[in-house]
């Protein structure tokens, strides 16, 4: 299963390049002059995100670098402690929710203390293999079409980091064991 | 609400920052935060400038339109505002596929252009439509069959089965989507009900 899933993700964008093209040409579009002209709003989608990215990316920085997601961190760990969760994979949730490189270090890192396949270590890879940084979502696809009041978006995203971080731990106590 | 968030994080990482004595670092994350801002959009601009030139072709071509087609019952249910036809439909199963395959650099473009056609669709053009918030629902919880990121690093650190969480990620995606998928629900109805307050 797994083997025939990676084979269809290595798979699937070198066959679409291929294809897509082919099937145009076939439908006499003018495949070259088409893709230039699509590409074109690229370049000004990517600018226009730049002001909501910078916006967000500071003040995440800010909250990290002066202490504050530390504390909030230990101020949460001994509540995780007392039910036999491996408070070591809080901060992670956290930083999850809100930064996808700064996260992805943070795993990285509790797999190479624990070990891959100690309790924290699969945890750690499961939490964050299994939903994306709702924050940085939020940010660029509403920024790239100007969107200022996202309503209830941000609630839901957090609602099912919520949900993905509490299954994550639950799934993995009980198939490998707490 | 993000007014809130963001003002959250400043004011807290400023008066933590002031009490542990940590100014110069804020000082510096701050600009350190910018810069990686503005450079992960000029990574996106090349994956941007790729993605929409190829999905032009594939909008030409009509095989968005053969898609939408495809899965019109699914995004019936899950999009019921979008007229049939429209070509929104098209990207937003491409995003999900991307999505679902881990091809998170195919994922974004097709996401962007996918909300871009939902923003055509938007009455008011600075507030969400309940379309737009249905698909960042979609994409923050990510449907995803191989976390490929994480067993390389499982790899990397001798894990004796890096693969073996793959079934514990595929359900707790699967779980969080379907939480996304109500709660999205859940508001949609409610927001139908009461107009949007500014």
Known sequence: ?178 | MVNWIWLFFIVCGFVIGAINGRMEQVTEAAFEGAKTGVSVCIGLISVLVFWLGLMRIAEQAGLLQKLGNLLRPFIRFLFPTIPKDHPAIGYIITNMSANILGLGNAATPMGIKAMQELQKLNGDKTVASADMCTLLALNTASITLIPTTLIAIRMNFGSANPTEIVGTTLLATLIATTAAILADKWYRYRHALKPPKE
Not at chain 1, 21 to 28: I, N, S, T, V
Not at chain 1, 54 to 60: E, K, L, R, S, Y
Not at chain 1, 127 to 135: A, C
Not at chain 1, 143 to 163: E, H, P, Q, T
Request: aromatic share 10%; hydrophobic share 50%; glycine share 10%.
């Open chain 1, 1 to 178: 299963m797994y083997a025939l899933i990676s084979t269809i993700s290595m798979w699937a964008i070198p066959v679409m390049i291929a294809f897509i093209p082919l099937y145009a040409a076939f439908r006499k579009v003018p495949v070259y002059e088409t893709f230039v002209d699509g590409a074109k709003d690229g370049f000004d989608t990517a600018v226009r995100i730049i002001p909501h990215l910078v916006g967000m990316m500071t003040a995440i920085s800010i909250f990290r670098a002066s202490g504050a997601l530390d504390m909030f961190v230990s101020a949460i760990q001994p509540l995780l402690d007392s039910v036999g969760i491996p408070g070591e994979v809080l901060p992670l949730g956290i930083l999850r929710t809100i930064t996808g490189a700064g996260s992805l270090a943070y795993a990285t890192d509790l797999i190479q203390e624990h070990g891959p396949d100690s309790l924290v270590g699969r945890i750690a890879s499961t939490i964050q293999g299994s939903t994306d940084t709702t924050l940085y979502v939020i940010t660029v696809y509403f920024g790239a079409v100007g969107i200022r009041n996202a309503r209830y978006a941000i609630k839901v995203g957090l609602f099912s980091d919520l949900v993905g971080f509490v299954t994550a731990i639950a799934i993995c106590m009980l198939v490998f064991g707490g």
